[in-house]
C-alpha cells in the first residue's frame, strides 16, 4: 500500500497565485485532514474531514478551501496566496478503529510564497 | 486553541544520556497520542495511552501517562543518534481532531 500520498513536494508560488494540493489515501480511511507546520508552532490544523462530503474547519482555515468528492481524495486549495501561507502541509488520514486512532501522515509538501 | 503544551521546545544530549519531553494539560485528556518526526520527514504514530497512570515501553522508549491524566513523559534511556527527530505529544481527540503539542527537538551529539 502507498499510504498517503502528497502532491507536490516542493513548490514556490508568487503572492495572489493559487493552488491545490492534492492528498490520496489508499487505506479507505475515512477520516482526512491538512495540517501546516510552522517553526515553534507544532501542528496546526486547517480542515478535516469525517466522510465523503463533510468537511469541517479546524484551528487556521482562512484562505484555504477543502473538498470531499471521494473518500479517496482530500485536495487542499490556497484561493490567493500570501507569504503568511509559507509552511509545511501535510495530509493525514486515520481509519475510524473504535472511537480514534492513529494519524497517517503524508510526506508532507513545501510551499514558499514569495 | 492549544490544549497542551509541551516542553521543552529543545534538548541537546551526548550520545548516551537519557532523554524526556513532557506534554501537560490544564483539564482531564481522554488519551493522549505521541508521534516522531525525523529531520526533513513526517509525523508517525508511536503509541497511544488512555488509562490512568498508564505506563508503556518500546525498547528503551518508556511513555507515561499521569494518574490525573493531565500530563504525560516520554523517556529515552541511552540516546542514540537514530533518537534524533522531533517528538510531538496530540491529545486529546474531541471526536474530529486532535490537538498538537509544540514539540521537542531532540539533538543527539554523538
Known amino acids: 500500500n502507498a499510504g498517503v500520498t502528497q502532491t507536490p513536494k516542493f513548490q514556490v508560488l508568487k503572492t495572489g497565485q493559487s493552488m491545490t494540493l492534492q492528498c490520496a489515501q489508499d487505506m479507505n480511511h475515512e477520516y482526512m485532514s491538512w495540517y501546516r507546520q510552522d517553526p515553534g508552532m507544532g501542528l496546526r490544523l486547517i480542515h478535516y474531514?469525517?466522510?465523503?462530503?463533510?468537511?469541517d474547519q479546524g484551528e487556521v482555515p482562512n484562505g484555504y478551501n477543502v473538498s470531499r468528492s471521494t473518500t479517496e481524495d482530500f485536495p487542499l486549495r490556497l484561493l490567493s496566496a500570501a507569504p503568511s501561507q509559507t509552511s509545511v502541509y501535510f495530509c493525514a488520514s486515520m481509519g475510524r478503529q473504535g472511537a480514534f486512532g492513529e494519524l497517517f501522515f503524508g510526506e508532507g509538501s513545501r510551499l514558499t510564497v514569495l | 486553541g492549544q490544549q497542551v503544551m509541551q516542553i521543552p521546545q529543545y534538548q541537546h544530549v551526548q550520545e548516551g544520556e537519557d532523554f524526556t519531553t513532557y506534554c501537560n494539560s490544564s483539564t482531564t485528556l481522554s488519551n493522549i497520542q505521541w508521534y516522531k518526526q525525523r529531520p526533513g520527514g513526517h509525523p508517525v504514530f508511536l503509541i497511544q495511552?488512555?488509562?490512568?497512570?498508564e505506563v508503556k515501553k518500546q525498547k528503551r522508549l518508556t511513555f507515561q501517562f499521569g494518574e490525573a491524566k493531565k500530563n504525560s513523559s516520554l523517556h529515552i534511556t541511552a540516546t542514540q543518534t537514530t533518537d534524533v527527530g522531533t517528538y510531538f505529544c496530540?491529545?486529546?481527540?474531541?471526536?474530529?481532531?486532535?490537538?498538537f503539542g509544540t514539540g521537542t527537538s531532540l539533538t543527539v551529539i554523538p
Open positions: 496530540a491529545g486529546p481527540w474531541t471526536g474530529n481532531q486532535f490537538y
Open positions: 474531514s469525517v466522510g465523503a462530503g463533510i468537511t
Open positions: 495511552l488512555v488509562k490512568s497512570g
